[in-house]
């Protein structure tokens, strides 16, 4: 069956180039060109992965990113016409998976969805189901994470992370290699992606984040084992 990409842009020609380039690479593309017939799109026909513009007419993206992360975890890619460094980690922080910035190369889109679609299905080939670490406790089956006892509800990346931390604990991990296994390619450069989302995820995780998820200065992180 192939998997179905939801495109949300007002604008006809960027809409048809991103269409032909999904449907030539094998995908099902469906396309809203305004957030609130986004949003109804999103929950009739449940997409593998959204593509979301931010600047839309009648519901903006940010508000169209919040309403999915109410009811799921789907993949979103964000498209934003600017290089602010606050609009993207603003995206971000609500739950978007990726952002490229416009204009953008269809085929770097593609190559995107691939591996966002790819890492949405499982990060590693590792077969251990549960982890412990501290009073963070993990089954990867379910994508449950507990600390002490109590559930706590994480993103796909905000998990994808926590687990690789937790396949390497008490290595060093630069932040090119979180890039590369979470996200499943190179960024150039850009790793502000990891930083955002590992502050959340020591938020989420309580004290118990915050002292067990270390910063090494200058290279990367850590989770202490002890």
Request: with cysteine.
């Amino acid at each position: 069956m192939k998997q179905r990409v939801l495109i949300v842009d007002d604008e006809v020609p960027i809409q048809e180039l991103i269409r032909f380039n999904l449907e030539q690479a094998g995908y099902e593309v469906e396309v809203a060109g305004d957030g609130i017939s986004a949003v109804e799109r999103f929950e009739a026909n449940k997409p593998d992965l959204v593509v979301l513009d931010l600047m839309l007419p009648g519901k903006d993206g940010y508000d169209v990113c919040k309403s999915i992360r109410k009811v799921s975890n789907t993949p979103i890619i964000m498209l934003t016409a600017k290089e602010s460094e606050l609009e993207r980690v603003l995206g971000l922080e609500l739950g978007a998976d990726d952002y490229l910035t416009k204009p953008f190369s269809p085929l770097e889109l593609v190559a995107r969805i691939k591996a966002v679609l790819r890492r949405s299905v499982a990060i590693d080939d590792e077969e251990i189901d549960e982890f412990e670490v501290g009073q963070i406790a993990m089954r990867v089956e379910t994508r449950e994470v507990r600390v002490k006892g109590d559930l706590v509800e994480l993103t796909r990346k905000e998990f994808d992370l926590l687990h690789v931390f937790m396949l390497n604990v008490g290595k060093v991990l630069t932040r090119e290699f979180l890039l590369q296994k979470v996200w499943g390619y190179e960024y150039e450069g850009e790793t502000r992606t990891v930083d955002v989302h590992i502050r959340h995820l020591r938020r989420k995780l309580g004290p118990e984040g915050e002292d067990r998820i270390e910063t090494i200065h200058g290279v990367g992180y850590k989770i202490r084992g002890n």
